[in-house]
């Protein structure tokens, strides 16, 4: 471990400088005029993956945006670890917000920031400079590493699917490894080892033909598909925050005694998030805390709504058709394909009268789950732990990464999430950012836990539950 150190601390600058070389590259997958600098994200990553020493190194291109492949093959008789990310990034509005700009990346009290510095660019990277130290510090690595960072994850990792299908051969591995995930604290370690899925949908409601005067002969007489829309909303939640919809909390699974202790004992405060936030009361699932409402309770939120007039001033207007859009976090044992069935059948039942109803269903993604004492977690565990120097904490997250749930459907390999962001980093956000000890951490953190990998003589594959 002192070696490995050392090399981190003599070379940390020029790890940071190829981090913020990145970072600079605006790959913002969700935009259509961004399409040539995600591709040149792809060829840097391409190119810096050879100068450090893989090999096949690839762009496994699809109808969408490239995946980056390397690998290295050589530790004979050693497990294959599968390592995923991913180098797009979200927008950027509103840019008023940044208080440096987003693509030109500024180091201030000891934290980077940038768009990507955590997500998943500099989580990405800690992955690539653990291996990378790895390399120089003993002119191997102790495991056969595969490669895989795709350019679609902001956008729902549309292509996955067709990569999986087409190059399932070239991703076999006995595990994988992902850094897109967060930390309770700011700098205590921990593993997640649950994901929520993900359902979205948008509702279009259309009332008359055409805009109408809302006096005249219409006001009075005419259905407002606003009036409409926010009734239909207003069904699918009561006032506690109960979804109403029926058969929406079928197969969901309880917190297990053990679990319900183990988030009870993680430091949460209320009061600190209301601050944070600036509201007076948190809201949510009676009879949950908010850790198990955000990791183990499933949501029905509405995103936006849209319709009417929408410039200064007033315009008296029945509008002609109103949308709204709405995502649902899922968790395990719930199926997006039920949910659709029971949200369908509500809005036919409570569709008010005077206006058509169309449903366009958006993404999906299955919840993921991992047993918390699955040995390759607890090795992953105890190598965090060496080097941050504080018990990790074992969580699940409220968001969903939909390549989870995909490379595990694919290979039905354990996947083990440790992830290095944290509620101040700002992802998605204005002022992203990462701290540098943070990413030292996690780099020496990655180099302990693959070194332990190479040290089995075999692994196994554990029943994952889900």
Known sequence: MKQLKTFIDKHKIQMVDDLIKCIQIPSISTIDSY????????????????????????????????????????????????????????PVDPLEEWHSHPFQPEIRDDYLYGRGATDNKGQLFMQIKA????????????????????????????SM????????????????????????????????YGLRGLLGFELCVQGPNRDLHSGSIYGGTVQNPIHAIAQL???????????????????????????????????????????????????????????????????????????????????????????????????PNQSPHDLKTYIQKHIESNTPPGVNIEICWD???????????HPLILQAAQSLECVFQKPVQFIRAGGSIPAVEMLHNQFQIPIILIGFSHSSANVHSANENLSLQKFENGILSLCHYYLQLGNEINITKHEIKM
């Open 233 to 331: 909303l207003s069904s699918m939640k009561d006032e506690t925050g109960f979804i109403t919809i029926e058969g929406f909390y079928d197969n969901v699974v309880e917190l297990s005694e053990e679990e319900r202790k183990n988030l009870y004992s993680l430091p949460f405060s209320s009061e600190k998030l209301k601050e944070d936030l600036n509201v007076s009361n948190l809201f949510g699932e009676e009879g949950f805390t908010p850790l198990e409402r955000v990791w183990a309770r499933p949501t029905l939120e509405v995103n936006r709504i849209s319709g009417g007039y929408q410039e200064e001033g007033i315009k008296t207007i029945i509008p002609a058709k109103v949308t709204a859009k709405i995502t649902c976090r899922i968790v």
């Open 35 to 90: 399409k040539e600098d995600v591709l040149y994200c792809a060829q840097h990553l391409s190119q810096l993956l050879f100068q450090i020493g893989f090999e096949n190194v690839q762009l496994l291109k699809c109808k969408g945006h490239p995946a980056v492949y390397a690998d290295w093959l050589h530790a004979k008789g050693k497990p294959t670890v599968l390592i995923y990310g991913h180098y797009d990034v979200q």
């Open 363 to 373: 993404q999906h993604s299955n919840p993921y789950f991992i047993s918390p004492d």
């Open 131 to 158: 291996l990378e130290t790895l390399f120089h510090t003993n002119q191997t690595l102790p495991i056969n590493v595969k490669l895989l960072i795709e350019g679609e994850e902001e956008i729902g990792s549309s």
């Open 161 to 192: 699917p067709e990569i999986l299908q087409d190059f399932s051969e070239l991703l076999i591995a006995d595990l994988i490894v992902i850094s897109d995930t967060a930390m309770l604290e700011e700098q205590v370690p921990a593993i997640c």
